[in-house]
């Protein structure tokens, strides 16, 4: 594998159609750096990611993915410094928000967070291990 090291960042306005934007840009970019196999799995962990900055923030929000070493991160960033947490599951619970972060922790090899200082916001990343096409 290829020693490549690359990050781009997607600022999105406070929008329901920023989620779309951000699939369709990590689409892109994970095919323009040959890591097509991780397609499912990144859309799908960035569409909570960037759902839940819409969800919980009125500010702007941004996106961001890097590769380093065998190693794919996404993250997103809003302007709400409250840590994530993940909802506990009851049996007659049939809401269908609150479900992000599991869906995060189930695909993802890794996540976490941290607060970001200057902005009162946080980092929400998860990883992914890559193996090129």
């Known amino acids: 594998m ?4 690359w990050e781009y960042t997607l ?15 990590l689409r ?4 323009t750096h040959r890591l ?12 909570e990611l960037v759902t839940n900055t819409l969800r919980h923030t009125d500010g702007p929000a941004a996106m961001k993915i890097r590769q380093s070493g065998p190693a794919f991160r996404l993250g997103a960033w809003d302007t709400d410094p409250t840590p994530p947490t993940i909802t506990t599951a009851t049996p007659n619970n049939t809401s269908t928000s609150g479900r992000g972060l599991h869906l995060v922790n189930a695909y993802a090899d890794d996540w976490g967070w941290f607060a970001v200082n200057g902005t ?5 990343w998860c990883e992914l291990g890559t193996k090129p096409d």
Request: charged share 25%; aromatic share 4%.
């Open 36 to 47: 097509t196999d991780l397609l499912e799995p990144a859309e799908l962990l960035a569409s």
């Open 11 to 25: 600022y999105v306005p406070h929008d329901p159609r920023a989620v779309g934007i951000c699939r369709r840009t």
């Open 2 to 5: 290829s020693k490549t090291h």
């Open 120 to 124: 009162n916001g946080k980092y929400v």
């Open 28 to 31: 892109d970019i994970l095919t």
